[in-house]
């Protein structure tokens, strides 16, 4: 480089230090760049780079929206700030960001993919698709565009060519830990090939189980596809038992909070909410499908949302984001009995609008829509207080095989261990004990098992109790398009089936200290 190189120069040395990650790099680049000029768009662009490197997001966020001040033209701090805002819960930013700046995209993969994970992130599925297509249309071969293809194909549908792109990425790099578990989410194993690839993966690599929880997770699901039982338990009880010593994770909080909420969302302020309105519902009424994860809540959505005048958001966490970002407690990362207590004094019309602001950009025309996250059975007192209109759906599943669905899933805290799935499941039967007793007949239940075996009587039930009329699309959520980001994406694109019913019975003798603690709380598990 020149003893005084131009800013072009010390920009393009900065963009091939950030390729090799060499942040210092771009770091001196960048301030060189800001000392001959503050405001110059390109040094305040590589500066966000270096903030996002460091994991400072609000610090690059300002840098890039800085960068956008001074040349709107830049896609890429455009869609950089973008995806910054979709993980600061600033959602409805990152949306405007993206719808504005997409058309530019055309010619730069990278940042297609980015746009398209950023979509993903707002739930917009169908949006991310063709972005993740061109991204490796004009890229080919590059694994990381291609596994986010992958993941959106899932999503959308495309379950057949998620296959093929995983089991490509997987001759190429055998030992992807990742690659195997999507894939054996995706394909009932009905032989050995795939389990043997992965147990060879162990054997070679001879990791301990925190390093290959997501294999040990695949591995089980497969010999339980195989009827290999204790086998695949042996497996579920090596990733669970990793993965909630890498997450550090403590029942005892998740217990105190519901009991918290139980104290606070007393009747007496149940009560002092205001009454539902007589007359028709009001426009974009909405309907709160909850439950433990994988009760069947995905299930009732996407029959629900089969229906001509009912929409869904599917799962956002906006209602949970209202109530801690709207209770004013300092530093709260997550929803704590401090945060339940400070909104409890909340006006419930402004938590209703605030929620409805931060999903506006996922709301459709229909007069109804559908908010299903699981978890929302928290804060059934909230929504009641602050929707008199909303429909509020609870689906439960029998005990045992409730809690071995989630046991046998990488994605929820505390059915790691069966020590911690037992007591919460306890904790949360008596918050919904509570729920039902002083909501009434505004909970409407909804039971997995009665449902796979009768669909029809109990769909037409359902949309009797939430006052909608039948449509013979509601028995065929297998043809609804719309995207699918749960556990269940996979088996929400087949008819309804009971298959799953009465699956922990195979599990029995490994599940007896579950079955124990439930039933010593009352809870019937026959």
Not at 410 to 430: C, K, N, P, Q, T
Not at 459 to 467: F, Q, W
Not at 492 to 503: L, M, N, Q, T, Y
Request: include cysteine.
């Amino acid at each position: 480089m020149p003893a005084s190189p131009s800013a072009e120069q010390l920009s393009a040395v900065a963009r091939r230090a950030a390729q090799a990650r060499n942040w210092a790099t771009v770091h001196s680049c960048a301030s060189e760049i800001l000392r001959r000029n503050r405001d110059d768009p390109e040094g305040h662009f590589l500066a966000g780079l270096v903030q996002r490197a460091a994991q400072r997001p609000l610090e690059a966020a300002n840098c890039f929206a800085r960068a956008l001040e001074l040349d709107p033209g830049r896609y890429d701090a455009a869609i950089e700030l973008a995806s910054r805002y979709s993980i600061a819960d600033r959602q409805a930013e990152a949306f405007e960001l993206l719808e504005r700046y997409q058309a530019q995209l055309g010619n730069s993969p990278r940042y297609l993919d980015m746009a398209g994970i950023t979509y993903t992130t707002l739930g917009l599925h169908e949006r991310a698709w063709p972005l993740h297509l061109k991204a490796c249309a004009l890229q080919p071969g590059v694994p990381v565009f291609e596994a986010n293809l992958a993941a959106c194909a899932v999503t959308v549908g495309r379950t057949e060519q998620a296959i093929a792109i995983y089991r490509s990425l997987l001759e190429r790099s055998p030992t992807h830990q990742r690659h195997h578990y999507e894939l054996s989410r995706l394909v009932r194993a009905r032989d050995e090939v795939h389990l043997a690839q992965m147990q060879a993966v162990l054997r070679a690599t001879n990791l301990p189980p925190d390093r290959n929880i997501f294999l040990h997770y695949a591995i089980g699901k497969e010999l339980e596809d195989l009827e290999r039982w204790a086998e695949a338990f042996h497996h579920y009880r090596l990733a669970g038992d990793a993965a909630a010593a890498a997450a550090g994770y403590d029942v005892v909080a998740d217990l105190a909070l519901i009991d918290r909420i139980i104290e606070v969302c007393s009747r007496g302020w149940l009560q002092a909410g205001p009454e539902p309105a007589p007359g028709a519902p009001a426009r974009s009424t909405p309907i709160f499908i909850v439950g433990l994860p994988r009760s069947g809540t995905t299930l009732v959505e996407r029959i629900l949302a089969s229906h001509s005048r009912i929409g869904s958001i599917g799962e956002t966490q906006q209602l949970e984001s209202t109530l801690r970002r709207r209770s004013g407690v300092a530093g709260a990362t997550g929803v704590t009995p401090a945060v339940i207590e400070a909104a409890s004094r909340l006006d419930p019309g402004s938590i209703a609008e605030s929620y409805l602001q931060a999903v506006a950009y996922r709301l459709g025309a229909k007069p109804m829509f559908i908010e299903k996250y699981p978890e929302n059975f928290l804060y059934l007192g909230f929504i009641s207080r602050s929707w008199p209109q909303a429909r509020l759906v609870h689906v439960r599943r029998l005990p045992m095989d409730a809690c071995f669905a989630m046991y046998k899933q990488s994605y929820f805290r505390y059915a790691y261990r069966l020590e911690d799935l037992g007591r919460y499941y306890v904790a949360h039967d008596r918050l919904l004990r509570h729920w039902h007793a002083n909501l009434g007949d505004r909970l409407v239940e909804v039971e997995y098992e009665a449902l796979v075996a009768d669909p029809e009587a109990q769909t037409r039930a359902l949309l009797a109790r939430l006052r909608v009329e039948f449509e013979p699309a509601c028995l065929e959520p297998d043809r609804n398009p719309t995207a699918v980001a749960t556990a269940s994406s996979a088996q929400v694109r087949e008819k309804i089936h009971a298959r799953s019913v009465g699956r922990w019975r195979y599990f029995r003798e490994q599940l007896e200290p579950l079955r124990r603690t439930l039933e010593a709380a009352g809870i019937a598990t026959a």
